[in-house]
């Protein structure tokens, strides 16, 4: 209980900051902060010039997706709505996620505004090669990939919100992530495929920040940043820092590399602890 009220003071923390810059910003600013960034416009032979299609798309119910592919994952994201569609709109969201680690899915709703993204919904996740994890204070890679036992499966409450507070050429970007764990064998712990790390029962809170800004005349967006996780059943703090990278080639298809290695961490779990170098391709659709 004390976890989650602590979430929730932030959670409100955040949307009292995100009013303040409503507030100040007035219309300057536009979902996801796509108006902090370069519109070339003209024909594109892969899709609508970044900046067109989806700001300036009308109000409807749509289906769409959005497809993020990479090395060993897949993540097809189907979403049911109203608004415009990757911009401005309320809906339903359900996932699959594909790995060569594990499987599972998540289900949830969705509100994309101005300044901000919130989600929440439920995460399944079912391993191929990983069991629960006796606690101890600290793990190594060899830990996490011994199959000793019954394969991990676990469901999440998984929850997000982002904001964008545009300033001038540069963007700042929010995230908030708690996840919360439950049904976990007594005295153990597992680790999560989807946030690169090993957490016990209940809270695990990751919040990141980063400045993101496009290399002059072109479509690609450099953000560094850094992010702290908190993991409540450990009561330890893992911090990752790095840099993310995207090539907007147009509003239906963007290329993105993410490197955010371990700075601290209770764990030495090497490759499995963070986005060392995710290279994915990210593709989005909806109907007219």
């Known amino acids: 209980m004390v976890a989650a009220a602590k979430c929730l003071q932030i959670l409100r923390a955040r949307l009292i900051l995100l009013w303040v810059a409503a507030s100040f910003l007035g219309g300057t600013a536009h979902a996801q902060g796509y108006a902090t960034r370069p519109e070339q416009p003209g024909l594109n032979p892969l899709g609508s010039p970044p900046g067109t299609r989806w700001s300036q798309g009308r109000k409807r119910f749509f289906f769409a997706s959005r497809v993020d592919a990479g090395f060993?994952?897949?993540?097809?994201?189907?979403?049911?709505?109203?608004?415009?569609p990757h911009y401005n709109w309320v809906?339903?969201?359900?996932?699959?996620?594909?790995?060569?680690?594990?499987?599972g899915g998540y289900m949830g709703g969705r509100f994309e505004s101005d300044f901000f993204e919130v989600r929440t919904g439920m995460l399944y996740q079912y391993s191929f090669n990983r069991s629960y994890l006796p606690a101890e204070e600290h793990y190594d890679r060899r830990d996490?990939?011994?199959?000793?036992?019954?394969?991990?499966?676990?469901?999440?409450?998984?929850?997000?919100?982002?904001?964008?507070?545009?300033?001038?050429?540069?963007?700042?970007?929010?995230?908030?992530?708690?996840?919360?764990?439950?049904?976990?064998?007594?005295?153990?712990?597992?680790?999560?495929?989807?946030?690169?790390?090993?957490?016990?029962?209940?809270?695990?809170?990751?919040?990141?920040?980063?400045?993101?800004?496009?290399?002059?005349?072109?479509?690609?967006?450099?953000m560094p940043a850094a992010?702290?996780?908190?993991?409540?059943?450990?009561?330890?703090?893992i911090v990752r820092a790095g840099i993310q990278l995207r090539w907007l080639l147009c509003d239906e298809f963007e290329v993105r590399t993410t490197i955010m290695p371990v700075i601290q961490s209770p764990d030495n779990l090497g490759r499995a602890s963070g986005d060392v170098l995710e290279f994915a391709l990210r593709w989005r659709w909806a109907t007219h």
Do not use: C, M
């Open 72 to 84: 060993f994952f897949l993540r097809p994201r189907l979403s049911l709505g109203y608004g415009k």
């Open 227 to 237: 992010e702290v996780v908190w993991l409540d059943a450990r009561d330890e703090a």
């Open 144 to 222: 996490i990939d011994i199959l000793d036992g019954p394969r991990a499966q676990y469901w999440l409450w998984d929850s997000e919100l982002e904001l964008y507070l545009p300033l001038g050429p540069i963007r700042l970007r929010s995230v908030t992530h708690p996840v919360f764990a439950g049904g976990l064998p007594d005295d153990h712990n597992l680790y999560i495929d989807t946030l690169w790390l090993v957490a016990g029962p209940g809270l695990t809170f990751r919040e990141r920040l980063g400045l993101e800004f496009f290399w002059p005349g072109t479509n690609i967006g450099i």
């Open 91 to 103: 809906g339903f969201d359900i996932t699959p996620i594909v790995s060569t680690s594990a499987t």
